[in-house]
């Protein structure tokens, strides 16, 4: 937001210097980016009149201008640009003037001679238009400086306004600060018309979509002539990078830049029945902006209409059908308030960004749209003449309220650490345009219409800290605790170490997984993996799925291993996978391994030992002993990706851990792997739950333990794991150890069951057991495995 200090002084008293007014904005929180003083780089630059322009005779993209500065001296420059017309005011860079990026002298170009230059806006440092020459206003004086004529002899403060303040897209937003944080009264320009008419407005407005505009104002006015701008304000849009069009286009520009609230003039006679239809757009509909561009609408387009076509693409750009030209001799004014949203997706659906747009997709002042429709008005009526009508079209089916925001006076101080008073308090927010209503232990603070972002009490209090000054908030140590890692990433790390510390390496792999790799592993169509979030803009076709499962990235990952003559290949991977939800997806942390080739390679003292089932559960029972689950239990699993024999659930404290087993041999040939290979996938979250908070130590046993051997036989369908977690119930506390040593199936032993030999150690912590004791302990086993399990005990 480019700023002009004698305009900001127009609308203000200012008793301070640019700079100091610039300081005291940004501690508010309107960062100033940079100031400007664009007189003071123009030298020798001065108003000069089109006498007559003729072609270079060496270049047919250059023309030969005469110019005229005085009565008596007139001068012939070359130009390349061809955007104006005899009679115009154009901006004649002298001999020896200096511009903010060059200095101007006499030259010979294509072998004429150029006494000067024309220059363009960009050239004068005040518009970033490259496309033609500075057309001056018509009343203009010839010879006149031009920094005086087009008031550059004044400050630009430049201002970064952020998304939540649309209210400083003006000048009276700015002004209105500058009000608030040096006490002086905002003097806001008059809108009265200081004339009496009795037009009938022929003007009918008709909202079919409230959403979309909750408000739409127009004022008709007839019999203006449409011509060019006074020099006041065609200098004041140039200062602010605007290019003059016109006086009634340059009203709507000007009120823009005043008030913040954008507005729009159409020629009334191309305005089917004089009336204004707001709704979307239809399938198929094409509109031509002000850009020259014909645009293809989409359904969710709001648009701006007659009873028969589409005038403008609502709260974005006006239509070409509808503009004002020099032959208007009626216009509808629209002043109108459109939803937000709407405006930026209709503005990014077309990649097309205004001064409109970014104003209303902010968020617009709702309550300003008769304001800035009644100062437009008087001041195409003061430029360009005419009659307006009576009254107002004000369509406001469903009017919009402010809200209103409860404040403790107190929180105030405990949120900024210093102290003040609830009055004061009171009066920042009634500077800023607050209404507030005192209360007992709260007051409650209705927000103007021009503040969308006041939403929470702690805005209320961030609008107080911006008056009070946020470079007197004290500085104080937040409170909080000492960093480190929590318990979480603690156990990662120690599971991470772990891995690495017997011997596997860790991978990293692609999120992004496809169809066809569950397809891969084997997996049935009602298996849980099968249910994927799929991207909505995948970078390839093959992978348009977030992951399920990490085997195949690592099977992939071993596969190129052993591709490059890796024998041994021993990798995990701790990474999340994705479970649709229909809202966010849950992202569980699993632990994935993969072992295939050498376990030891071939060494003088023995052969060489493949990966197995059995060598990775030894590996993985280590692992699992490290996070501190010391007893897992294994069960039998079937079904795909895994080997029919030689692959186990894994559980803890009866929470399933995860898998581990050999891979199908049909699997083990899709990801070319012929050797084979020994997977596992974990659950994370149950191993970061096992950690003790704090390691206990045990006095050592004082007393010898007693020792028996237990055989059993048993129905060959239940698990050894089952058994086992009956005994030790069964002989607790005595029981201090339990160990499977023998398993028989054969004489002796029923068709259909199985014998197993289970060591038992026993002790007491305060005596040493007697065989009467263990004997006791003994029995409880037996029983209970009759009990529970059907056992019987085996001679």
């Given at each position: 937001?480019?700023?002009?200090?004698?305009?900001?002084?127009?609308?203000?008293?200012?008793?301070?210097?640019?700079?100091?007014?610039?300081?005291?904005?940004?501690?508010?929180?309107?960062?100033?980016?940079?100031?400007?003083?664009?007189?003071?780089?123009?030298?020798?630059?001065?108003?000069?009149?089109?006498?007559?322009?003729?072609?270079?005779?060496?270049?047919?993209?250059?023309?030969?201008?005469?110019?005229?500065?005085?009565?008596?001296?007139?001068?012939?420059?070359?130009?390349?640009?061809?955007?104006?017309?005899?009679?115009?005011?154009?901006?004649?860079?002298?001999?020896?003037?200096?511009?903010?990026?060059?200095?101007?002298?006499?030259?010979?170009?294509?072998?004429?001679?150029?006494?000067?230059?024309?220059?363009?806006?960009?050239?004068?440092?005040?518009?970033?238009?490259?496309?033609?020459?500075?057309?001056?206003?018509?009343?203009?004086?010839?010879?006149?400086?031009?920094?005086?004529?087009?008031?550059?002899?004044?400050?630009?403060?430049?201002?970064?306004?952020?998304?939540?303040?649309?209210?400083?897209?003006?000048?009276?937003?700015?002004?209105?600060?500058?009000?608030?944080?040096?006490?002086?009264?905002?003097?806001?320009?008059?809108?009265?018309?200081?004339?009496?008419?009795?037009?009938?407005?022929?003007?009918?407005?008709?909202?079919?979509?409230?959403?979309?505009?909750?408000?739409?104002?127009?004022?008709?006015?007839?019999?203006?002539?449409?011509?060019?701008?006074?020099?006041?304000?065609?200098?004041?849009?140039?200062?602010?990078?605007?290019?003059?069009?016109?006086?009634?286009?340059?009203?709507?520009?000007?009120?823009?830049?005043?008030?913040?609230?954008?507005?729009?003039?159409?020629?009334?006679?191309?305005?089917?029945?004089?009336?204004?239809?707001?709704?979307?757009?239809?399938?198929?509909?094409?509109?031509?902006?002000?850009?020259?561009?014909?645009?293809?609408?989409?359904?969710?387009?709001?648009?701006?209409?007659?009873?028969?076509?589409?005038?403008?693409?609502?709260?974005?750009?006006?239509?070409?059908?509808?503009?004002?030209?020099?032959?208007?001799?009626?216009?509808?004014?629209?002043?109108?308030?459109?939803?937000?949203?709407?405006?930026?997706?209709?503005?990014?659906?077309?990649?097309?960004?205004?001064?409109?747009?970014?104003?209303?997709?902010?968020?617009?002042?709702?309550?300003?749209?008769?304001?800035?429709?009644?100062?437009?008005?008087?001041?195409?009526?003061?430029?360009?003449?005419?009659?307006?009508?009576?009254?107002?079209?004000?369509?406001?089916?469903?009017?919009?309220?402010?809200?209103?925001?409860?404040?403790?006076?107190?929180?105030?101080?405990?949120?900024?650490?210093?102290?003040?008073?609830?009055?004061?308090?009171?009066?920042?927010?009634?500077?800023?345009?607050?209404?507030?209503?005192?209360?007992?232990?709260?007051?409650?603070?209705?927000?103007?219409?021009?503040?969308?972002?006041?939403?929470?009490?702690?805005?209320?209090?961030?609008?107080?800290?911006?008056?009070?000054?946020?470079?007197?908030?004290?500085?104080?140590?937040?409170?909080?605790?000492?960093?480190?890692?929590?318990?979480?990433?603690?156990?990662?790390?120690?599971?991470?170490?772990?891995?690495?510390?017997?011997?596997?390496?860790?991978?990293?792999?692609?999120?992004?997984?496809?169809?066809?790799?569950?397809?891969?592993?084997?997996?049935?169509?009602?298996?849980?993996?099968?249910?994927?979030?799929?991207?909505?803009?995948?970078?390839?076709?093959?992978?348009?799925?977030?992951?399920?499962?990490?085997?195949?990235?690592?099977?992939?990952?071993?596969?190129?291993?052993?591709?490059?003559?890796?024998e041994d290949v021993a990798l995990f991977e701790i990474a999340r996978i994705y479970r649709p939800t229909g809202g966010l997806?849950?992202?569980?942390?699993?632990?994935?391994?993969?072992?295939?080739?050498?376990?030891?390679?071939?060494?003088?003292?023995?052969?060489?030992?493949?990966?197995?089932?059995?060598?990775?559960?030894?590996?993985?029972?280590?692992?699992?002993?490290?996070?501190?689950?010391?007893?897992?239990?294994?069960?039998?699993?079937?079904?795909?990706?895994?080997?029919?024999?030689?692959?186990?659930?894994?559980?803890?404290?009866?929470?399933?851990?995860?898998?581990?087993?050999?891979?199908?041999?049909?699997?083990?040939?899709?990801?070319?792997?012929?050797?084979?290979?020994?997977?596992?996938?974990?659950?994370?979250?149950?191993?970061?739950?096992?950690?003790p908070g704090r390691v206990k130590v045990r006095d050592l046993p004082r007393f010898p333990a007693a020792f028996m051997d237990?055989?059993?036989?048993?129905?060959?369908?239940?698990?050894?794991?089952?058994?086992?977690?009956?005994?030790?119930?069964?002989?607790?506390?005595?029981?201090?150890?339990?160990?499977?040593?023998?398993?028989?199936?054969?004489?002796?032993?029923?068709?259909?069951?199985?014998?197993?030999?289970?060591?038992?150690?026993?002790?007491?912590?305060?005596?040493?057991?007697?065989?009467?004791?263990?004997?006791?302990?003994?029995?409880?086993?037996?029983?209970?495995?009759?009990?529970?399990?059907?056992?019987?005990?085996?001679?």
């Open positions: 937001m480019r700023v002009s200090f004698k305009w900001l002084s127009e609308l203000v008293p200012i008793d301070a210097s640019p700079s100091e007014i610039a300081a005291l904005l940004t501690m508010s929180g309107t960062k100033l980016e940079a100031i400007h003083r664009p007189g003071e780089s123009i030298k020798g630059v001065i108003v000069a009149e089109v006498l007559g322009i003729g072609e270079h005779p060496n270049a047919d993209n250059l023309s030969l201008v005469d110019v005229r500065v005085t009565d008596a001296d007139t001068r012939r420059v070359v130009c390349g640009a061809r955007n104006f017309s005899v009679g115009d005011h154009v901006a004649l860079a002298q001999v020896g003037a200096t511009l903010p990026e060059m200095a101007v002298s006499e030259r010979k170009i294509r072998g004429a001679i150029s006494q000067g230059m024309l220059c363009s806006g960009a050239e004068l440092g005040v518009s970033k238009d490259h496309s033609g020459i500075l057309v001056l206003p018509p009343d203009s004086t010839e010879g006149e400086d031009v920094v005086t004529a087009l008031e550059l002899d004044d400050t630009v403060l430049e201002f970064e306004i952020t998304f939540n303040r649309p209210d400083c897209l003006g000048m009276i937003g700015i002004a209105r600060e500058v009000a608030a944080l040096t006490g002086a009264e905002l003097q806001r320009p008059d809108a009265g018309l200081g004339l009496t008419t009795d037009l009938a407005s022929p003007v009918r407005v008709d909202i079919r979509d409230p959403s979309g505009c909750p408000r739409y104002v127009a004022r008709y006015i007839e019999g203006i002539a449409a011509g060019p701008s006074p020099g006041w304000i065609a200098a004041r849009l140039t200062a602010a990078g605007f290019r003059p069009i016109s006086n009634v286009v340059d009203v709507t520009n000007y009120v823009m830049l005043e008030t913040g609230h954008p507005l729009h003039a159409f020629d009334a006679a191309k305005v089917g029945d004089h009336q204004v239809v707001v709704r979307r757009a239809t399938g198929g509909e094409r509109i031509t902006t002000l850009d020259g561009i014909e645009r293809a609408l989409d359904a969710a387009d709001l648009v701006i209409a007659d009873p028969s076509r589409a005038l403008a693409i609502a709260g974005v750009m006006g239509g070409g059908g509808s503009e004002v030209t020099e032959g208007t001799a009626a216009v509808i004014l629209e002043s109108a308030y459109f939803d937000p949203a709407s405006v930026a997706g209709t503005s990014r659906r077309h990649l097309l960004r205004t001064e409109a747009s970014a104003r209303f997709e902010r968020g617009a002042d709702f309550d300003a749209a008769p304001y800035a429709a009644a100062r437009a008005t008087k001041l195409i009526v003061e430029l360009a003449g005419g009659r307006p009508s009576a009254e107002m079209t004000d369509a406001y089916p469903v009017p919009l309220e402010r809200r209103s925001v409860s404040l403790a006076p107190r929180k105030t101080e405990t949120l900024l650490g210093m102290r003040i008073a609830a009055a004061q308090q009171t009066l920042y927010l009634e500077s800023l345009g607050f209404r507030v209503t005192p209360g007992d232990e709260t007051f409650s603070a209705e927000a103007p219409s021009f503040r969308p972002d006041i939403q929470r009490d702690v805005d209320l209090i961030e609008e107080i800290a911006r008056l009070a000054g946020f470079d007197r908030l004290p500085s104080t140590l937040p409170r909080g605790v000492a960093g480190g890692l929590d318990g979480r990433q603690t156990a990662e790390r120690r599971l991470r170490r772990t891995l690495a510390a017997v011997g596997l390496h860790e991978a990293w792999t692609t999120s992004w997984a496809s169809e066809r790799d569950l397809d891969a592993l084997g997996l049935p169509a009602d298996h849980p993996a099968r249910a994927m979030v799929e991207v909505a803009n995948p970078m390839s076709e093959d992978e348009r799925h977030l992951r399920t499962t990490l085997l195949p990235g690592l099977l992939r990952s071993a596969a190129r291993s052993l591709a490059h003559r890796v997806p849950q992202e569980p942390l699993l632990l994935g391994a993969v072992f295939c080739g050498l376990r030891r390679p071939q060494t003088w003292h023995g052969p060489a030992e493949r990966w197995s089932f059995w060598a990775a559960k030894g590996l993985l029972e280590a692992v699992l002993a490290a996070m501190g689950v010391q007893k897992p239990g294994w069960s039998k699993v079937a079904g795909m990706p895994w080997h029919p024999t030689r692959a186990a659930n894994v559980s803890a404290a009866e929470a399933t851990l995860g898998t581990i087993g050999e891979l199908h041999p049909d699997v083990c040939e899709r990801f070319e792997l012929e050797q084979g290979a020994v997977v596992a996938e974990l659950a994370v979250g149950p191993l970061v739950g096992a950690q237990l055989a059993v036989v048993v129905e060959e369908a239940l698990p050894a794991q089952t058994v086992e977690t009956i005994i030790r119930h069964a002989g607790a506390p005595e029981l201090t150890e339990v160990r499977l040593f023998d398993l028989y199936r054969g004489e002796q032993v029923p068709e259909g069951h199985k014998s197993l030999a289970y060591g038992l150690e026993l002790r007491a912590p305060d005596a040493t057991l007697t065989d009467a004791q263990a004997n006791q302990v003994r029995d409880r086993v037996i029983r209970a495995l009759h009990d529970q399990a059907g056992a019987e005990l085996r001679s």
